[in-house]
């Protein structure tokens, strides 16, 4: 039996005080979560046992050569195992059932010791239903299915047993959680500027190279669940435990992230538990002929936007299968977290749709909170620390539930990072439908320091969502037609190009030093990619033009890609030496709306912003708390960023000790238009 923790408000409380009136739901909330853990422990042999379903669901091996399949599908009243091992015949390999609903066959080994069943054969479950229906599936924890588009857009299952001679082994150590984590968003599959899906060994070559010389010290990796429309961007998945046949092999994974360990990289998996493919014959849905065997049955079931399937998250084996789920990428891949996509989706019966959220405390804690999902979130996150104590979870969440950030053991959802999802549409909005002179310095640090207090968030100024067909990135709304034209050091410096470098920079370090407590980078961005993403599809005639990261253009030393690509490293590894993002929230002390100047310290650096369109300050005064003389640690007008030079970084400040904006000492800087500087004391 576990250790029963007495629910105790105390830090709660301390944390907000306005949680007081909501406290019966939240200890509720903590009691079916306790109760959850309990069962396990009671019945299954703990988190260590109950977790790793997949080493017998499935198909498994035993030391003679046996393979073991067996398969929960209770509605089904005769099973047959059939593959290419045995010619399709669906009589040779019966499964008998227990009283749980699940099936078994043991396949004997050849004469020579070998398994009957091929490595990286084809594999299916085929069974009767109560209606004499025949239907066939994929094994639901099948580890590898491939797709032949000329043959089928369905998958096929395939037994993935290679000899150990061709069996990856890991040899490096996971690096220790990161004290400030610096999070490279990437996709494997349009991670080459060429018309066709990347691949795991391309990335491992070309890809963790580059992210590594950035300063970025994780990775997270998205679409790697299986997924048969590449245009879904991973998010419509099949197969659960099957990483994408695409890119690779699982060996080729396994080797990608093992590289990415031995240059101190973190690899987080973008896990997609909020919801599923509706596919029948090679996903989960209608699996043993029921509505409802992995997923709530009619329209509880159902997403009505994303079009998809929704888990059952009271259900003991499905929570078997998710739970082990994450196991299985943490201790067969050796990944070292998670983002949990879509929890918004997962904490509300209305899951998001046509729902805005207000703040208003009831919206968290009334009958619209899914207390089933919650649970799920909290099993799923005391499960992943439990294990693996430098584990790291971030949550995708748009509501701003309260506690998502605090450990489960104080009554909260036990994420370690929220996503700051404001941010990202503020700098849209601004860009979309605001002059420069009229950006308000007030709202914009409003935006980036409204976090709630003692929950970690990680900060960005666009991610993939950002960048999808119907929007586009950051730089292309800076700088639109003129990087056709423009982005070469051999024609002329255009306002347009020019203010487009400028804030390209500012935003960035603005984000990765104000935001919060963590940042994130989506890949191409940090050089300015232009235009936007968009898979190949039948809208787009199957074009992989916008499916693809140009490196090409950054790699050119004549295009001004490569000034955008120097800053954000610089950006990086002076954090890196700082400390800033592990450091307590920054100090502002000063929001100018006419000089349009922003003025804060964080991790003992100085930091001075001038998003003024035209007005440069000579001698511009700035409070500094600690006294001393100052030096320019990054100016981002700097020559290799594409600036003009105008600051002399060979300056010092010497401070005054006179109070000014709300600090002891101030000094005075040059801050020329559309810059940022960073000053530490010498």
């Known amino acids: 039996m576990p250790e029963h923790t007495a629910f105790d408000p ?115 479950i085929s069974m009767i239903l109560p209606s004499g229906t025949r239907i066939e599936r994929l094994p639901a924890w099948i580890q590898r299915v491939t797709q032949d588009l000329a043959y089928s857009p369905a998958y096929e299952s395939r037994f993935w047993n290679p000899p150990a001679s061709e069996r990856y082994q890991f040899k490096n150590p996971r690096p220790p959680q990161p004290q400030s984590l610096r999070i490279y968003e990437a996709h494997v599959g349009i991670s080459t500027p060429e018309l066709r899906v990347g691949t795991y060994k391309e990335f491992t070559q070309n890809m963790l190279p580059r992210i590594h010389k950035l300063g970025y010290n994780a990775i997270q990796l998205m679409a790697i669940m299986e997924h ?16 994408s046949s695409r890119y690779g092999t699982p060996e080729d994974l396994r080797e990608l992230i093992d590289t990415a360990h031995g240059m101190g990289l973190t690899v987080l998996l973008d896990v997609v538990h909020s919801h599923a493919s509706k596919n029948v014959l090679d996903g989960l849905n209608a699996f043993d002929g029921t509505d409802h065997l992995y997923f709530h049955e009619g329209s509880k079931g159902r997403h009505e936007l994303w079009d998809s399937r929704l888990f059952n998250y009271g259900s003991h084996e499905v929570l078997r299968f998710l739970l082990s789920n994450l196991r299985f990428y943490m201790e067969e891949y050796q990944f070292d977290g998670f983002r949990f996509d879509g929890v918004t989706s997962m904490m509300y019966l209305h899951h998001g749709i046509g729902t805005g959220f207000s703040g208003n405390y009831e919206e968290y804690y009334g009958p619209s909170a899914d207390e089933e999902a919650i649970v ?129 920079k500012m935003i960035r370090l603005l984000v990765h030093s104000l935001g919060g407590e963590g940042y994130l980078n989506f890949e191409g961005n940090e050089f300015g990619h232009p235009e936007w993403l968009d898979f190949p599809r039948e809208g787009n005639n199957n074009s992989f033009h916008h499916a693809r990261r140009q490196f090409n253009l950054v790699d050119d030393e004549l295009l ?82 594409g600036g003009f030079e105008n600051v002399s970084l060979e300056s010092k400040y010497s401070t005054t000790a006179m109070e000014w904006n709300g600090r002891k000492n101030w000094l005075q800087v040059y801050i020329p238009s559309r810059t940022c500087l960073v000053l530490g004391k010498m």
Request: hydrophobic share 35%.
């Open 10 to 124: 105390t830090h709660i409380l301390g944390l907000d005080g306005y949680l007081k009136p909501f406290l019966p739901a939240i200890e509720r909330r903590y009691a079916r979560f306790q109760q959850w853990k309990d069962t396990i422990f009671q019945h299954e042999g703990g988190y260590e046992k109950f977790t790793k379903g997949y080493e017998v669901m499935g198909l498994t091996m035993k030391d003679d050569g046996t393979v073991v399949y067996r398969e929960w599908a209770p509605n089904a009243t005769e099973a047959n195992l059939i593959g290419e091992f045995n010619e399709w015949n669906r009589s040779t390999y019966p499964l008998s059932k227990n009283q749980y609903g699940v099936w078994e066959v043991e396949v004997p080994p050849k004469a020579n010791g070998q398994p009957a069943i091929p490595h990286d054969s084809k594999v299916k």
């Open 560 to 641: 001004r890609y490569k000034y955008l690509n120097n800053f954000d490293a610089a950006m990086n590894h002076l954090e890196e030496r700082y400390g800033w993002l592990s450091s307590p929230q920054a100090y502002v002390s000063l929001k100018h709306e006419g000089d349009k100047v922003i003025v804060y310290e964080r991790a003992g650096l100085l930091f001075v912003f001038n998003f003024h369109p035209t007005k440069s300050f000579t001698d511009y005064r700035v409070g500094v708390d600690i006294p001393g003389e100052y030096s320019i640690l990054l100016s981002s007008d700097e020559k290799r960023f």
């Open 376 to 504: 799920y979130l909290m099993l799923a996150n005391d499960v992943v620390h439990t294990l693996y104590p430098s584990a790291i979870t971030i949550a995708e969440d748009v509501s701003g539930m309260p506690l998502l950030c605090v450990p489960v053991k104080q009554g909260g959802m036990g994420f370690d990072y929220r996503l700051a999802m404001a941010i990202p549409d503020t700098w849209i909005k601004l860009l979309k439908h605001k002059s420069d002179e009229d950006w308000n310095m007030g709202d914009l640090v409003h935006t980036l320091t409204n976090r709630r207090h003692g929950e970690k968030s990680v900060a960005y100024a666009e991610s993939h969502d950002q960048a999808l067909v119907g929007d586009k990135t950051i730089a292309f709304w800076l700088m639109d037609k003129e990087m056709y034209s423009n982005m070469s050091d051999l024609s002329a410096m255009t306002h347009v190009i020019s203010r487009g470098l400028a804030l390209h």
């Open 228 to 243: 048969p429309y590449y245009a879904s961007f991973g998010y419509q998945v099949t197969s659960f435990f099957a990483a």
